[in-house]
T-cell receptor
Framework: DQQVKQNSPSLSVQEGRISILNCDYT??????FLWYKKYPAEGPTFLISISSIKDKNEDGRFTVFLNKSAKHLSLHIVPSQPGDSAVYFC??????????????FGTGTRLKVLA | EAGVTQFPSHSVIEKGQTVTLRCDPISGHDNLYWYRRVMGKEIKFLLHFVKESKQDESGMPNNRFLAERTGGTYSTLKVQPAELEDSGVYFC????????????FGPGTRLLVL
């Protein structure tokens, strides 16, 4: 049973427009959420994160929104650039007893930004 | 500062053989994680070391997988004997502090079991 879901396997956006990537989760104990970007043959690279005490975090062209009541988060990229073309993974975590801390990932969304 | 490194980058072995993957975390990072991604699926947690101790190995698929981190520096993940379903990309990540600290990933080892 997947606790973190990215229901759109792919997304195409025109350069300069907004890209919106979505992620849903089921576990209400998650308290930290992240987005990673992955290029082919490379490891995931941290992009942006948000704590459950916030509903928005912004870093340059990237903004993550968290809607706890809907158990939904989204990543907005404005404006989109061809170099943003990659697979984007949503991840969530919850601190367990003993302080263990692992990420639960979604299946990824492949973003293609068209020039 | 050097990032997380993994060796080898690719490995092709036959079913029944043994393979050992290595991960060198970022220097000073006590927390080391192993993850695996099977083709097109999610990146799945395997286990978590704090220094040389296994903190959480709930994601290890079965006893054919053995992870070690002697001395609390680099880690190895051995698969013995390998099965077809073990194919995938094995990622290692490290973090400075286990509590809501960003995990930095290595480039992964692509394992193909024939």
């Amino acid at each position: 049973d997947q606790q973190v879901k990215q229901n759109s396997p792919s997304l195409s956006v025109q350069e300069g427009r907004i890209s919106i990537l979505n992620c849903d989760y089921t576990n209400s104990m998650f308290d930290y959420f992240l987005w990673y970007k992955k290029y082919p043959a490379e490891g995931p690279t941290f992009l942006i994160s948000i704590s459950s005490i916030k509903d928005k975090n912004e870093d340059g062209r990237f903004t993550v929104f968290l809607n706890k009541s809907a158990k939904h988060l989204s990543l907005h990229i404005v404006p989109s650039q061809p170099g943003d073309s990659a697979v984007y993974f949503c991840a969530a975590s919850a601190i367990k007893r003993g302080g263990t801390y692992k990420y639960i990932f979604g299946t990824g969304t492949r973003l293609k930004v068209l020039a | 500062e050097a990032g997380v490194t993994q060796f080898p980058s690719h490995s092709v072995i036959e079913k029944g053989q043994t393979v050992t993957l290595r991960c060198d975390p970022i220097s000073g990072h006590d927390n080391l994680y192993w993850y695996r991604r099977v083709m097109g699926k999610e990146i799945k947690f395997l286990l978590h070391f704090v220094k040389e101790s296994k903190q959480d190995e709930s994601g290890m698929p079965n006893n054919r997988f053995l992870a070690e981190r002697t001395g609390g520096t680099y880690s190895t993940l051995k698969v013995q004997p390998a099965e077809l379903e073990d194919s995938g990309v094995y990622f290692c990540a490290s973090s400075l502090d286990g509590i809501q600290e960003t995990q930095y990933f290595g480039p992964g080892t692509r394992l193909l079991v024939l």
